[in-house]
């Protein structure tokens, strides 16, 4: 079929057709893209020249049978991908530094992290049934910010009591500081396709002279530069939750090589 592309000064409801093979030539020079990529972008979009220019700017493509990976998913409502920051993994050693702030907190965190290991920390009284729990009364008696940090911490407070939670905080602090670092690379690469993107774009626009043509043409060059600034905030960010992905590792690793007794590696940010 042939490409859409909305012509100068007129809506969808109007726009001219172009052959598929200008279409493509103008994707290859738009967005600095393979002849692959630009085919299947305009597939993607359904003919649609702009929709596809921004599925190769924004992220690859979707392709059958492709599975995409779980620090890029597809944008339900719209075009282009978003970069999803993988929620943080618990964090007992954190948990314990926090209960060990507090008046005798540390003590009353390990007699609630032994009695759950036990299965005492709930009794049923027969005959009839009647459930008690005297230590978590007398902990919301006296403990009653370390109850509601444990409430706030559930997560971090069910691998305390694994015997292991130390090396799987670790295992855990590795693994999203790896999702994390390929969040950047892939951020990094959208700003590069946009950087093209927008040098096109000025070029075009300071090129175009005057008339309908000229005004489209900055229009497309300011939207591109709205866009590669929004991408730029994006990097800083992802490259943010890296540092703070590093220093989560550095300490899980410290608490575990405190416990082995051996001397924590280097940990890098990139």
Request: hydrophobic share 40%; glycine share 6%.
């Amino acid at each position: 079929g042939r490409a859409r592309r909305p012509q100068d000064g007129m809506g969808d409801e109007q726009a001219r057709t172009i052959e598929p093979a200008e279409a493509i030539a103008r994707l290859i020079g738009l967005t600095a893209s393979t002849r692959g990529e630009a085919e299947q972008a305009l597939i993607a979009a359904r003919g649609n020249l702009d929709l596809a220019a921004q599925f190769l700017l924004e992220g690859p493509p979707p392709q059958v049978g492709h599975v995409v990976a779980p620090e890029t998913r597809r944008v339900a409502a719209g075009p282009g991908y978003l970069t999803v920051i993988p929620a943080d993994p618990p964090t007992p050693h954190r948990l314990l530094a926090k209960a060990s702030a507090l008046s005798g907190g540390s003590e009353a965190l390990q007699e609630l992290v032994e009695a759950a290991r036990s299965g005492t920390l709930v009794r049923v009284q027969p005959p009839d049934g009647r459930l008690e729990h005297p230590l978590l009364d007398e902990l919301a008696r006296t403990q009653l910010p370390l109850m509601k940090l444990v409430c706030e911490q559930l997560r971090s407070f069910s691998m305390l009591l694994c015997q292991d939670w130390r090396t799987q905080a670790r295992e855990q602090s590795e693994e999203l500081l790896a999702a994390r670092r390929e969040a950047v690379k892939a951020s990094r690469a959208r700003l590069s396709r946009w950087h093209a993107a927008v040098t096109a774009a000025t070029i075009e626009a300071a090129v175009a002279g005057s008339g309908a043509g000229a005004e489209v043409a900055r229009h497309n060059a300011e939207r591109a530069t709205s866009s590669y600034r929004r991408l730029q905030a994006s990097l800083e960010r992802a490259e943010a939750s890296v540092e703070r992905a590093t220093l989560e590792l550095r300490l899980a690793v410290e608490v575990e090589a405190a416990f082995l007794g051996t001397p924590p590696p280097l940990i890098h940010a990139q």
